[in-house]
């Protein structure tokens, strides 16, 4: 298993940056396929971004394609989530989630979650 514990958010004026960092502890953690997700008020959770195992293979949504970048560092056991040019839109809660499995962007497909960071961004 694994552990995870999400850290980095706060308030923000639109246009700003924010960087969110996962820290893992548990076994293996360079075995685990990372991901972020992002849950509104009233809104369903969704996905944001996905790093592979090796951080060879990273995937975005179409919403913040090109303004936030997904990373891993091995030594650290961490995972970020560097969020530039942020919108009102972006405010949400945001979900560090780990997964065994491959080319996964779906809630269901992620056993193991952090407890959220909240972020928001004033217009």
């Known amino acids: 298993q694994v552990q995870l514990v999400e850290s980095g958010g706060g308030l923000v004026q639109a246009g700003g940056s924010l960087r969110l960092s996962c820290a893992a502890s548990?076994?293996?953690?360079?075995?685990?396929?990372m991901a972020w997700f992002r849950q509104a008020p009233g809104k369903e959770r969704e996905f944001v971004a996905r790093?592979?195992?090796?951080?060879?293979?990273?995937n975005y949504a179409d919403s913040v394609k090109g303004r936030f970048t997904i990373s891993r560092d091995k030594a650290k056991n961490t995972v970020y989530l560097q969020m530039n040019s942020l919108k009102p839109e972006d405010t949400a809660i945001y979900y560090c989630?780990?997964?065994?499995?491959?080319?996964?962007?779906?809630?269901?497909?992620?056993?193991?979650w952090g407890q959220g960071t909240q972020v928001t961004v004033s217009s």
């Open positions: 790093v592979s195992w090796n951080g060879a293979v990273r």
């Open positions: 548990g076994r293996a953690f360079s075995s685990y396929n």
């Open positions: 989630a780990a997964t065994t499995a491959g080319g996964i962007s779906a809630v269901s497909g992620y056993p193991y």
